[in-house]
C-alpha cells in the first residue's frame, strides 16, 4: 500500500456515489484505527502476533502512514439475485474492507487486497469463523486467480456508464492471469461489485456445480486438526450438519488429546470439533502417512461450492425476515428504517440525555466519568435506554415472536447456554444493531477499555429470557467478545442478579469482583474476558439485550490469543471463590462443589489448564 490511501480511497469513493450505481446504500469514509495487529499465522503457536501497536508505519511509508484502513459499506443483491423479490423490504447487508500495507489478501495477489469482513450475523459463511471470506472469496469471483492460474472476472469500474437499470455488471473487460485485480485505485470499487453481484447473486458464478465435492479423508482416518496448535484427530463425520453450523462442514474430528494439555483426551467428554474447509489451514495428514498424497479439490470448485450452498441457506432467511415488515407486522416500523450511516438524530429520543449530549460533544473520555458507575475492576454501568424506548422495544421483540409462532418460522436461539431469546440480526432488526453500535456503543467502548474496545468491527446482539420454568440463571462463563454491553429491557422480576469475577487468564480469574443488580433502562458494560454469571431468577420475567462487540484487530494480538489458546495463562493466585466456579467449563469443579449438574452434560470442560492452577504451598 503506496502512500496516501485515504486520499486514494477517498477519491475513488467520491466518484462511486457520483455514478450511484443501484446495488450500493452508504459507503463511509476511510477509517484509521488507532490500533493495528499484523494477521496471525495458521497456527498461533507457530507464531505468535506481537501485542497491538499504534496504527503508525516509518518504514516504508512516509512518517504518519497509516498501517491499515477501514472501509464500511452497505449494499444490496443485485442483478438476477436469489433475494431480488424482497430486497425491497430490507436495508442491505453490511461489508467491511480492511486494506493493509503488511498483507495482501489472498498472499498470491499482485495488488494489496482487502480483507473481506460481512460484518453481520444474517449472512453465515461456511469458512473462516463465520466473518471472514477472504480466500473463498477471491477465488469464488476469480479476483486473484487460484494456484492453477486460473482467473478471470468482470471488474466493475467507477468511470463506465453502461450499467443496466437492475444493477448488471458494466464491463470492465475480462481479466487476464498476469493482471488479476483492478487496480489499487479502484479496488475498493470492485470489491463491492462482486459482494453484491456475486455473492448475493449467482454463488459462484455460472452453474450449480453438481453432487458433493470429494473430500480427501474419511471416517476413521487418522489427521491432525489446528486448534491454534496441531494436535492429533480422528475423522467421525463428512459433511457434518450441527446445531451450531448453518451449512454441513467438510469435517468433525475427534481430538485424541485435549488442547493445551499433553495428556489422552478423557473417553467421556471427548473433544469434537469441526474443520470448515478441506485445506492444511485446518487439517492436514500426518506426517509420512499414507494419506498425505491425497489432494483437496481445486481451489475454484470448492470456492464455487461455498458459495452456492452460502446462497440458497441465505435466501431461505432473507424470505423470512423480509416478509414479516412487508407484511405490515411491525408495532414500530422505524425499529426497521435506522439509517446506514451513524446518527445521533435517530437515536437520541431513544436514549439517555446524558449520553445523548456527551455524544454531541464528541465522546470525550474525561466526560463519560461524571455519567457512569463503577461497579467492579473493568465493569462499568450507565443510563442507556429510556424506560420508554425500552417497553418499545420489548414490545416489537415479542411481537415478532408471536407471528413467528403463527406461521411455523424457526427463531435461533442466542447460544449454546440460552434455551430462549432470539437473534435481532435475524428478526429484521439487523441495520438497528448497526446503527445502535456504529453510534452509541463504540464511543463508550473506546473510552473505557483501551486496545480491546479501540474499534469495534463485528457485533452479536441478541436478546435473552429468564423466568421460572424457563431458563432460570446461567452458569459461571466467558463471553465470544471483546466487550459486552448488557442493558435490561424488564420486565418486573426478583432476582437474576450479575456475580462477576476476574478476567481470563489472569491470576484472580475465579476470584469474586463485583455483584450488580439489573434496572431497566441501564446498561452494564465489561470485556467478553471477564467472567460471570446470572443468578437465577426468583419470580417474574427477566428479559435483556446483550450486544457482544468484537475488535478484529485485538483478536490479533497476544493479548487475545495468549489466554484463548493457553499459550500465556497466569497461575492462579489462590483458591477459586466457589461462586466464581463454573460447572460447565471448569475441569476441578468436583474437587470443590462434588458432582456436577445434568445440565453439564454434553459440555468439556477446559479451564484452568494444569500449568495455571493454584497449586497450594
Not at 470492485?190 to 447473486?201: N, P, S, Y
Not at 452460502?310 to 423470512?320: F, I, N
Not at 455524544?359 to 420508554?388: H, K, Q, V, Y
Request: aromatic share 8%; hydrophobic share 40%.
Amino acid at each position: 500500500m503506496a502512500p496516501g490511501l485515504i486520499g486514494a480511497l477517498e477519491q475513488e469513493l467520491r466518484a462511486l456515489q457520483e455514478a450511484s450505481p443501484d446495488w450500493l446504500v452508504w459507503v463511509s469514509e476511510p477509517v484509521t484505527p488507532p490500533f493495528y495487529t499484523p494477521p496471525t499465522h495458521g497456527s498461533a503457536a507457530d507464531a505468535l502476533p506481537p501485542e497491538m501497536q499504534p496504527n503508525i508505519q516509518t518504514g516504508d511509508c512516509e512518517d504518519g502512514a497509516a498501517v491499515e484502513v477501514l472501509l464500511r459499506a452497505t449494499v444490496l443483491p443485485a442483478g438476477e439475485s436469489v433475494y431480488r423479490p424482497s430486497r425491497e423490504c430490507y436495508p442491505g447487508i453490511r461489508v467491511q474492507l480492511a486494506f493493509s500495507t503488511h498483507s495482501a489478501y489472498p498472499a498470491v495477489a499482485p495488488v494489496h487486497l482487502p480483507r473481506v469482513t460481512i460484518r453481520t450475523n444474517f449472512v453465515h459463511h461456511a469458512n473462516l469463523d463465520n466473518r471472514h471470506p477472504d480466500s473463498a472469496f477471491y477465488l469464488g469471483i476469480g479476483c486473484a486467480g487460484s494456484a492453477d492460474g486460473e482467473a478471470a472476472h468482470r471488474g466493475w469500474r467507477v468511470g463506465d456508464k453502461a450499467a443496466s437499470g437492475d444493477g448488471a455488471a458494466c464491463d470492465g473487460g475480462a481479466v487476464t492471469p498476469d493482471k488479476a485485480c483492478p487496480e489499487p485505485a479502484g479496488t475498493a470499487s470492485a470489491v463491492l461489485w462482486h459482494v453484491a453481484h456475486t455473492l448475493f447473486g449467482a454463488g459462484a458464478g455460472g452453474e450449480r456445480p453438481t453432487g458433493t465435492p470429494e473430500l480427501r479423508f474419511s471416517v476413521g482416518d487418522k489427521v491432525e486438526a489446528n486448534v491454534g496448535r496441531w494436535v492429533p484427530a480422528t475423522v467421525v463425520a463428512i459433511w457434518d450438519e450441527g446445531e451450531a453450523t448453518l451449512l454441513p462442514q467438510p469435517y468433525r474430528l475427534q481430538l485424541d488429546s485435549e488442547p493445551g494439555v499433553s495428556g489422552p483426551a478423557d473417553d467421556v467428554h471427548p473433544v469434537e470439533v469441526w474443520a470448515p474447509d478441506d485445506t492444511d489451514v485446518f487439517v492436514r495428514a500426518p506426517k509420512g502417512s499414507d494419506l498425505a498424497a491425497r489432494t483437496s479439490l481445486p481451489s475454484r470448485e470448492r470456492a464455487a461450492h461455498v458459495w452456492w450452498d452460502l446462497a440458497d441457506a441465505t435466501a431461505t432467511r432473507w424470505a423470512v425476515i423480509a416478509s414479516y415488515p412487508r407484511d405490515g407486522h411491525p408495532l414500530t416500523p422505524d425499529l426497521f428504517l435506522a439509517p446506514p450511516a451513524p446518527s445521533l438524530d435517530y437515536w437520541a429520543p431513544k436514549i439517555s440525555p446524558d449520553i445523548a449530549a456527551w455524544l454531541r460533544s464528541g465522546g470525550p473520555a474525561a466526560g463519560l466519568s461524571e455519567l457512569i458507575t463503577e461497579e467492579g475492576p473493568n465493569i462499568f454501568s450507565f443510563e442507556l435506554f429510556s424506560p420508554e424506548f425500552c417497553g418499545v422495544l420489548l414490545a416489537e421483540i415479542e411481537r415478532f415472536e408471536s407471528v413467528a409462532a403463527k406461521r411455523g418460522w424457526t427463531i435461533r436461539r442466542p447460544n449454546s447456554m440460552n434455551a430462549y431469546g432470539a437473534i435481532l440480526n435475524e428478526i429484521g432488526l439487523e441495520s438497528f444493531a448497526d446503527s445502535l453500535q456504529d453510534t452509541v456503543l463504540a464511543a463508550v467502548a473506546q473510552a473505557l477499555f483501551g486496545p480491546q474496545g479501540a474499534t469495534l468491527t463485528h457485533h452479536h446482539t441478541f436478546m435473552v429470557s429468564y423466568e421460572p420454568g424457563h431458563d432460570l440463571g446461567l452458569d459461571m462463563h466467558t463471553d465470544d467478545s471483546d466487550v459486552t454491553f448488557n442493558v435490561c429491557l424488564g420486565k418486573e422480576f426478583t432476582g437474576a442478579g450479575l456475580q462477576f469475577c476476574g478476567v481470563l487468564g489472569d491470576p484472580d480469574h475465579r476470584q469474586a469482583s463485583a455483584r450488580y443488580q439489573h434496572k431497566v433502562g441501564r446498561c452494564v458494560v465489561h470485556l467478553g474476558a471477564q467472567r460471570h454469571g446470572a443468578d437465577d431468577i426468583e419470580s417474574g420475567m427477566r428479559r435483556n439485550l446483550i450486544i457482544w462487540n468484537t475488535n478484529e484487530a485485538w483478536r490479533r494480538s497476544l493479548g487475545f490469543v495468549g489466554p484463548q489458546f493457553q499459550l500465556t495463562y497466569a497461575r492462579e493466585q489462590g483458591l477459586p471463590d466457589e461462586v466464581c466456579l463454573s460447572y460447565t467449563h471448569d475441569k476441578d469443579w468436583e474437587a470443590y462443589r462434588g458432582p456436577r449438574p445434568e445440565s453439564a452434560r454434553g459440555h468439556r470442560p477446559w479451564c484452568p489448564p494444569d500449568k495455571a492452577r493454584f497449586v497450594p504451598q
